[in-house]
């Protein structure tokens, strides 16, 4: 087996998203939704909700956490784990800043 | 006809209706009441006006009874009437409406006057006395315009107006006779750490002043001179100098009056059948100007109505100072004296100071700043006189250390005994709350203040009483039944739209930093709340925060479980032509819209469009003058009509015409909840106006306006607001009344079920009795929408917010190995 090594690509900068919202980066059949917080970290997640796949980009960012449009889950932008008393978890991605550019790893979207 | 006795009471304030709440509850059928008021309005906690001068409670929030109390116990309240005459040999009143009743029984209760010193130019106007809800309403107004406020006094009530006005925002300057503030009730160390508090609030403070005049122009306050020559600018004076007993009537009837008018321990003056209540009494030798006393004595004039035998042997009093974040509790005498001792702990950081007086080992005085939570338990073992000997060395640390360890909040108010007072203002013992939760199976805070009126007052010991339902009722008892807005903040909807305005709170930041919100940055369900009522309350000054808006309002279309999206344009009145068909034809087959059809509400909605097809679906439907139908939208939805008096032979007036007009009159606009509208041209009531937000029925003679109809989750027939002659007025109520339900309504609120919490009587007073205040509704409606009806589409096809319509890129992955 072969270690997978990190396959850092550029999807934009941080301007492009505004703070406490979320862009999408479309990879295939896959949508990642990269999130940008009040205090300018960055997270990407898969763009579904582990609950019905609502697209978890159109919902509102706060606190670390997004809420589902959909139906009002709250799911952990750092670990895609939905909070509360619900259960379930989206596909979190590595994602980093250089500067403003925002870097995603694309390694593990193939 | 009744063989009741006849009762007239002379006054209408805190107790007198105390005394009737006892009266009833003991001996419901004895008395026929009739209340003479002074004052145009039912009886108001006065307590609680310095609360709304801060503007943290409204005037509605502290009404003790209502008018419907009055009926239900078959009061006859006469307001506005000012009692000139008692004739006692008659046995009858005569009031100033003209107004004559017998009595059997007479209670006075005509309370204090403010005092208004004869300074040269107290008569100007913008010089006010802080007594009644009358001044508050001058002062309010006053904060609107202008800037500097003085206030003559540095006792309790100047204090509590002085911080008021500053929350406000006016410019104020407190003049104090004494070296320090509220020497009545503090020492000075308490006094200057008080001052230091006012200073800190940009209140300026000057003791040690005496006001020789107050100077106008034109008949109108312009500024006040001090003895030393100082000139101060002053739009408003607020004179709060003291009180004096209310006596001119008894003394007119030739009642013994000294002070006060004088009774006895059965609260008899000297004619057997008068008796005299409250603040214009002299008991002993003593006025009384706080509540709890006047309590006290409501109690035992109930008792003695009816044959009791009840004696008022004074009272002893406690003073708590109600200014949000200045924590003062004073109680008894703390002027030194040699066979006194004290105890002082003094906390310079913590702004902490405690001082306990003491003779032959027991409390006589107590002086608390910065921390006032023993100060029930002091008081308790200086009313009781309880010999402290034994805990001398730990007492000023209060009633936790007494034991080997320090007790928590519940376990120390379980270990109080079951007489102590919980409620000093009522004079409610824990055995009283802890009983009436247990037999009447109470389980929220208003319930417990309901039946046993514990904290009901100036609500200071709400903490306390809280932790007797947690003791008394375990985890079964949420505090936070008061449903605060979300999980970020323990304020409820009401309370923080009433401190946005009071503390004119901009952002959404400013309103959390304001508010102590528990959470960084809020959460889904208060964002979109806070920006609603910020875009409602500052349509100029505030820019929209989107990030806080759900996601239909955002992209202005209607998410679908899918993640596609849905676009319905307006159709005015739920009219339409052949071009706007063949257009939305036209944008279905280009776009490959999957689904079409026609809505409840008149209109046509096109569904599963791709987001990424949004923009160039509006630009389409935008050169065929469609805008967007905010079919999205907590705003104004759509205004139905049938086709009144243009085709139909029942119509009785143009249905469609009005809702047209309506719908673009009023689109564009936010409310709290969406907002769904009807015209129906006659009372067959084919566009279905009964059962919407807001609906109209025409008739011949005119308008009839409804509102408060549900028809989802709920169904509910409208009410009725009124019937108007014209179209105009017509549209200035419906406008007005959606304005009022923008101002009050608390977020995902529908009209319907804030009309409920309001009251329907409310409403109709403000919207269709007060020509005035419908006026500004309407005005600020109209003011409002010069920031709101732009179209959102034709905003996003220009290009506003394009990242929300684009990916913001795309990788073309290579296929891995």
Redo the contacts between chains.
């Keep these: 087996m072969n270690a997978v090594a990190s396959l850092w690509v550029e999807v934009g900068t941080l301007s492009d998203i505004p703070k406490q919202g979320a862009r999408c980066v479309v990879a295939g059949e896959k949508t990642i939704a990269v999130f940008r917080t009040m205090d300018d970290q960055v997270f990407a997640l898969e763009d579904k909700c582990p609950h019905k796949n609502g697209p978890l980009s159109q919902g509102i960012v706060h606190d670390g956490c997004v809420t589902c449009p959909l139906h009002n889950w709250v799911i952990s932008l750092s670990t895609g784990q939905a909070q509360g008393a619900d259960e379930g978890e989206t596909r979190t991605y590595p994602v980093k800043l250089d500067g403003d550019t925002i870097l995603l790893d694309a390694a593990g979207l193939a | 006809m009744s063989t009741k006795q006849k009762l007239v009471i002379i006054g209408n304030g805190m107790a007198p209706g105390r005394m009737l709440e006892d009266l009833f509850e003991t001996a419901p059928e004895a008395f026929e009441v009739t209340i003479f008021n002074a004052e145009p309005r039912v009886n108001y906690n006065r307590l609680m006006l310095s609360p709304v001068l801060s503007g943290e409670k409204s005037y509605a929030d502290i009404i003790t009874h209502d008018d419907d109390w009055y009926a239900e116990h078959g009061v006859m309240l006469y307001k506005s009437a000012r009692v000139d005459e008692i004739d006692r040999d008659a046995k009858t009143v005569t009031a100033s409406n003209g107004v004559s009743v017998a009595y059997d029984k007479l209670v006075i209760a005509t309370g204090s006057n403010p005092i208004m010193i004869p300074l040269p130019g107290h008569d100007l106007e913008g010089v006010i006395t802080y007594r009644d809800l009358d001044d508050v309403e001058i002062m309010l107004d006053a904060a609107k315009a202008k800037k500097h406020a003085v206030v003559i006094g540095g006792g309790l009530l100047g204090l509590e107006a002085a911080a008021g006005l500053r929350m406000q925002g006016m410019e104020v300057t407190v003049i104090h006779l004494a070296n320090t503030l509220m020497e009545r009730q503090l020492d000075e160390s308490a006094g200057h750490l008080l001052e230091e508090a006012f200073r800190a609030r940009g209140v300026t403070v000057k003791t040690g002043a005496n006001t020789s005049a107050i100077l106008g122009t034109d008949g109108k306050v312009s500024g006040v001179s001090l003895e030393d020559g100082t000139e101060l600018e002053a739009d408003i004076v607020c004179m709060a100098v003291g009180i004096r007993p209310s006596v001119a009537v008894a003394k007119q009837a030739g009642l013994a009056v000294n002070r006060g008018i004088l009774v006895g321990d059965d609260m008899r003056t000297d004619d057997a059948d008068i008796f005299a209540l409250g603040e214009c009494v002299e008991h002993n030798g003593q006025c009384y100007g706080l509540v709890a006393p006047l309590y006290e004595m409501a109690s035992v004039l109930a008792q003695n109505l009816t044959g009791g035998q009840a004696a008022y042997g004074g009272s002893i009093t406690a003073t708590k100072l109600k200014v949000t974040g200045v924590d003062l509790y004073s109680a008894g005498n703390f002027a030194k004296d040699d066979d006194r001792e004290e105890i002082v702990l003094r906390d310079a950081v913590g702004g902490i100071y405690k001082r306990l007086v003491l003779q032959d080992n027991k409390i006589i005085g107590a002086v608390l700043y910065g921390e006032t939570s023993d100060g029930p338990w002091f008081f308790d073992l200086l009313k009781k006189q309880t010999d402290i000997s034994e805990m001398r060395d730990t007492l000023i640390f209060g009633q936790a250390f007494q034991g080997a360890e320090p007790l928590d909040p519940i376990a120390a108010v379980a270990a109080l005994p079951d007489d102590a007072e919980i409620c000093g203002c009522n004079g409610i013992c824990k055995s009283k709350i802890t009983d009436a939760i247990a037999s009447k199976g109470l389980t929220t805070l208003d319930d417990v203040r309901a039946h046993t009126k514990a904290s009901s007052s100036c609500g200071t010991c709400t903490g306390l009483v809280e932790q007797l339902m947690v003791l008394s009722l375990g985890d079964a008892y949420n505090p936070n039944a008061v449903t605060p807005m979300c999980g970020c903040t323990d304020l409820g909807h009401s309370d923080v739209r009433r401190l946005i305005k009071a503390k004119e709170l901009k952002t959404i930041p400013a309103v959390q930093q304001a508010l102590e919100w528990k959470?960084?940055?809020?959460?889904?369900k208060c964002?979109?709340a806070l920006n609603y009522y910020l875009v409602c309350d500052w349509p100029d000054e505030y820019a929209d925060d989107?990030?806080?808006?759900?996601?239909?309002e955002?992209?202005h279309a209607n998410?679908q479980?899918d993640?596609t999206y849905s676009v319905v344009p307006r159709m005015w009145g739920g009219m339409t032509s052949s071009n706007e068909l063949r257009t939305i034809a036209d944008v279905v087959d280009k776009y490959d819209i999957p689904a079409v059809k026609v809505t409840g509400g008149q209109r046509i909605d096109m569904l599963g469009i791709k987001k990424e097809d949004l923009l160039d679906v509006w630009a389409d439907l935008g050169k065929a003058g469609f805008v967007s139908g905010q079919a999205y939208a907590k705003g104004l939805r759509t205004v139905k009509t049938c086709v009144g008096t243009n085709w139909c032979r029942f119509g009785t007036q143009d249905s469609t015409g009005l809702g047209i007009r309506l719908e673009k009159f009023m689109w564009g606009s936010w409310t709290p909840a969406k907002l769904k509208m009807a015209v129906s041209g006659c009372p067959r009531n084919c566009a279905e106006a009964t059962c919407k937000d807001i609906g109209i029925i025409c008739v011949d003679s005119g308008f009839e306006i409804h509102f408060a109809g549900a028809a989802g989750l709920d169904i509910k027939g409208t009410e009725i607001l009124g019937n108007v002659a014209t179209e105009d007025e017509a549209l200035e109520h419906v406008v007005a009344l959606a304005q009022m339900y923008r101002e009050q309504g608390h977020y995902l609120e529908r009209i319907y079920k804030w009309a409920k919490r309001i009251g329907l009587d409310e409403i109709r007073a403000q919207i269709l009795d007060d020509a005035e205040k419908r006026k500004q509704y309407f005005e600020r409606f109209v003011f409002s929408q010069k920031f709101a009806q732009i179209d959102p589409w034709d905003e996003r096809v220009s290009g506003k917010d394009k990242?929300e319509f684009k990916?913001?890129?795309?990788?073309a992955?290579?296929?891995?190995e």
């Design positions: 959470t960084g940055t809020g959460c889904a964002r979109p989107y990030q806080s808006r759900f996601i239909n955002r992209v998410i479980k993640g990242h990916p913001m890129a795309t990788l992955l290579e296929a891995a």
